[in-house]
């Protein structure tokens, strides 16, 4: 996996996607999706960006947030060898943004009550990622 940000050039800075998370923790949730939506427009593999804009809805709107997650965890896959049943640690940085997408998805599909389908890619989310930090087995 390769990381993409394509608004983060600095790196003495936060960068757009710690910008749009200040935004939000500080009410301003539509700027910091403008700064979320401009990095996907500015890339669409951007796949931090993807799973935020889903983090921010998962309260209020959870088949919203689905899609987020969803079309980042998509995007991502487009990056993996067909079939793939390998390990991406999460101790490699540019792994994160694609799990964090896939157990973004996961919780949605649970909170949408679609459980066999969150079984499964927590399962994945697992097996994929079996020392990560996500706790897939106390969800």
């Not at 593999?45 to 809805?57: E, I, K, V």
Request: aromatic share 12%; with cysteine.
């Amino acid at each position: 996996m390769e990381q993409i940000v394509p608004g983060d050039t600095d790196l003495n800075t936060d960068g757009p996607i710690l910008y749009a998370i200040y935004y939000k923790d500080m009410g301003e949730i539509g700027m910091g999706e403008d700064i979320l939506m401009d990095e996907i427009y500015a890339d669409l593999r951007c796949l931090d960006a993807h799973t935020h804009l889903g983090n921010f809805s998962f309260d209020n709107w959870p088949k919203k947030a689905l899609l987020h997650h969803e079309v980042g965890m998509r995007i991502g896959e487009l990056s993996l060898p067909k079939n793939f049943n390998g390990v991406l640690l999460w101790g490699h940085i540019d792994n994160r943004p694609f799990l964090r997408c896939m157990h973004g998805y996961g919780l949605c599909l649970w909170k949408l009550q679609r459980f066999k389908e969150a079984e499964k890619i927590f399962e994945r989310n697992y097996n994929t990622n079996y020392n990560g930090n996500h706790n897939i087995l106390s969800q």
